[in-house]
């Protein structure tokens, strides 16, 4: 290694106490394709005695069969291990390496360039303290390269090194180097970046990698190993106020309740006055608790387990604050999303957030506006594309304790998950919670649904038939309500075509506005069942998340879901509006089952098949079904 020295044969045990505590840095590679982000990772393993010599006789061999320097060492292949990557010659997943030098040890994440894979990159730059961006001499700046500054800004890496990569190329000549480097500033200037180093090197040949080269006597700066050796890496964390998010309530025996979580922020000690939020109960820790021993001090990047004098309700995802400083608590708050999925951004729709160590469902408004990475413009939008960056409002179904991400990364960054498929699909940064989330409270009323509900002899609940256009779902659900309302229930049926005559006339056919439609209609059919009425929805309500926002927004047992079960052909046959014949001739455009998906339910409670049955035996079928199923008795 390059760190090698006598002491390894000397006293071993020295030598690792000399390197057990070195400081850690991470960092990225990051920029345009081929600027030779991977190149250098490869270059700094190599330079810095990293591979082994089995490792070095592949990558020798596979230099010579799939590498792209004529035969030479190409570094790029230590970091580039999947299949696709080697034969493409691009990296495309996110990959990590370890190395380390005689004063630090170092983690970097080669990220790749391309648009498409935007969103790795976002991963590998979320735990990052410094980042190079690299840019190729020939090409100058191009648009990854200020998609991927703007990020860097964005996420508040704190360190920036421009290596201006492949010198070699253009002659080492310093008017490229200087023309560059103008450009690149005048970029920086504009997003935020109001430092950084800039490098002139070759990833390939070495130069300016772990020495000053010979090659450029015009560049006295330094080289990017000692720079990266001293960067400063110990953080003002330690000075904030304490928060800990607590990961796990630790309850081995009778006799002992602890707290465990990582401390993301400040100090704290046995005696400290501490708040639990959201809840907003007081207490004084009693012990700092860890594998060894109990601790005087713990100390932001501490794991720890807290004990607390108090017996007070804290659970996995409160947050653990000092008494005197609290973090705020909301439920709606403006933030930067950088979204990350091949499905377009919907607003309405519900997704899952994950902030700290908490999960709670959130809803993305319309945004604000996009950010154009290449002018700064701020554009209309009504999505959010693949690797697009707007800003939008939250609203979620639980409040949060959190701190501006300019504050404090771990209470302030969060990442969005789809409900369905639970992939991640954005990730984003909280600015500040919406006045109207303080502002506007619960209030509580002394009669309640249930209250209602025993009024008129039943219980409120809401009957949801989905399924395409022509399937029968508004005939149905008219001989059901007949059927409830002959039988003395109190019911009120909302269906598609009329409400689009008036609480939802402004919208159109679009997905934003089909998971709109669906949202309003979900909202006004919990107000009913509080009411204590039945309600029957007729609704295409095409997308199953939502559904399950529809479901989700009542209580346990009160949402029925019916699909009408009618295949495709059989629906456009019936045709009784005409509407398949338009859609066919492209008179129609975002017309369920022909140019915009119907996602079929996976568990709804009846399904009723229209064609081996008529619509009034569908009706009898769902009215014995809630007539049998459920007690509506209070």
């Known amino acids: 290694m390059a760190h090698q020295s006598d002491l390894i044969a000397e006293d071993i045990e020295a030598y690792l106490k000399a390197h057990e505590h070195k400081s850690l840095l991470r960092f990225l590679t990051c920029g345009s394709v081929d600027d030779g982000k991977s190149t250098l990772i490869g270059r700094l393993l190599y330079d810095s005695k990293m591979i082994f010599e089995d490792q070095l006789a592949a990558l020798e061999a596979d230099s010579k069969k799939v590498g792209t320097q004529g035969g030479e060492i190409d570094f790029a292949l230590l970091v580039d291990g999947l299949a696709a990557e080697r034969e493409q010659g691009i990296t495309i997943d996110v990959a990590y390496r370890f190395f380390s030098t005689d004063k630090r040890k170092f983690i970097v994440a080669d990220t790749p360039g391309h648009e498409q894979y935007t969103r790795n990159m976002v991963t590998g730059a979320s735990t990052a303290d410094a980042a190079i961006i690299l840019i190729d001499a020939r090409k100058g700046v191009l648009t990854q390269t200020r998609r991927h500054s703007y990020l860097v800004s964005l996420l508040g890496i704190r360190h920036v090194v421009l290596a201006i990569n492949k010198m070699d190329l253009v002659g080492w000549s310093q008017e490229v180097f200087d023309t560059i480097l103008a450009e690149y500033r005048d970029f920086a200037d504009q997003i935020g970046i109001k430092q950084f180093t800039a490098i002139p090197m070759s990833a390939l040949k070495g130069d300016n990698i772990t020495a000053h080269s010979d090659a450029a006597p015009w560049y006295d700066g330094p080289a990017l190993l000692p720079l990266l050796e001293t960067l400063p890496v110990d953080d003002d964390l330690r000075d904030k106020p304490f928060r800990m998010p607590v990961q796990w309530v630790n309850r081995p025996n009778l006799d002992f309740r602890g707290f465990s979580g990582l401390i993301s922020s400040g100090t704290i000690r046995p005696g400290d006055k501490i708040k639990a939020l959201p809840s907003g109960r007081e207490s004084t820790v009693e012990r700092i608790v860890t594998f060894r021993d109990d601790l005087d ?273 059989v629906a456009e046959q019936r045709d009784v509006k005409g509407l398949y014949k338009k859609a066919r001739a492209g008179e129609l455009k975002n017309f369920t089952g022909i140019d915009s998906p119907y996602e079929p339910p996976e568990h709804a409670e009846i399904t009723v098949d229209t064609t081996a049955m008529s619509a009034t035996e569908a009706a009898e079928r769902i009215v014995a079904w809630l007539e049998g199923e459920l007690d509506y008795s209070i």
């Not at 959130?362 to 009504?382: F, M």
């Open 297 to 569: 001090v713990a100390v932001a990047g501490q794991s720890v387990t807290l004990t607390l004098t108090d017996e007070i309700d804290i659970s996995r995802g409160d947050v653990i604050s000092e008494a005197g400083s609290p973090p705020p608590v909301a439920d709606q708050f403006e933030a930067t999303v950088v979204w990350m999925d091949d499905e377009a951004m919907l607003p309405g729709r519900p997704y899952l957030l994950k902030l700290g160590t908490r999960t709670v469902s959130a809803q993305i408004t319309e945004p604000k506006y996009k950010i154009n990475v290449n002018t700064l413009e701020h554009l209309a939008a009504k999505r959010l594309e693949l690797n697009e960056i707007g800003v939008c409002n939250l609203s979620l179904d639980a409040p949060i304790a959190f701190d501006a991400y300019t504050d404090n990364h771990d209470l302030g960054g969060f990442i969005l998950v789809d409900r369905i498929s639970n992939r991640t699909v954005g990730a984003g940064m909280l600015h500040f919670a919406l006045r109207r989330s303080q502002n506007i409270h619960w209030q509580a009323l002394d009669v309640d649904k249930n209250s209602r509900a025993a009024l008129k002899g039943q219980r409120g609940r809401v009957v949801w038939l989905t399924g395409l256009s022509g399937s029968g779902k508004s005939t149905i659900a008219n001989l059901v309500e007949k059927r409830l309302h002959a039988d003395g229930r109190h019911t009120y049926l909302l269906d598609g075509d009329n409400v689009r005559h008036g609480l939802n006339k402004d919208l159109g056919f679009t997905d934003e506005d089909r998971v709109e439609n669906i949202r309003r209609v979900a909202e006004v059919s919990k107000l009913m069942v509080d009411a204590g009425l039945i309600v029957l929805v007729s609704f295409i309500s095409p997308f199953r998340a939502e559904r399950r926002l529809a479901r989700d927004l009542q209580a346990e047992g009160d949402f029925v879901e019916v699909y009408v079960n009618t295949p495709l052909a």
